[in-house]
């Protein structure tokens, strides 16, 4: 299991919270201002790892000049549009994935 992920200049704790989707109706929350994406350590693998990318990017968001572009309700209509388009476009083109990675 992911426990830090360097998100630019930043370094994110990625920490378990169980009950979180019973408490708030999520699996996943990103908490800019302590540097924590919160996740349900409950959900599938699958889901998990798409929950962690979708929270990534609410950081990278809050990084940019979207966060003072976007309402809170746009910019998560958008990162969820986007999220599992993004992980399909990861998983169905490794080699893709390996370039990046040079």
Known sequence: MIRALRIAPYKYKVMAHKGLAAAAGVLGA???????????????????????????????????FLATKYSSAEEEDIIYT??????????????LVEELMK
Not at 32 to 60: F, G, K, R
């Open 30 to 64: 990103c908490a800019n201002d302590e540097l924590q994406i919160l996740m349900d350590p409950d959900s599938p693998a699958q889901v998990y790892y798409e929950t962690l990318l979708h929270e990534s990017l609410h950081a990278i968001w809050n990084q940019t």
């Open 82 to 95: 986007i999220t599992p388009r993004l992980v399909a476009l990861l998983r169905d083109n490794p080699k």
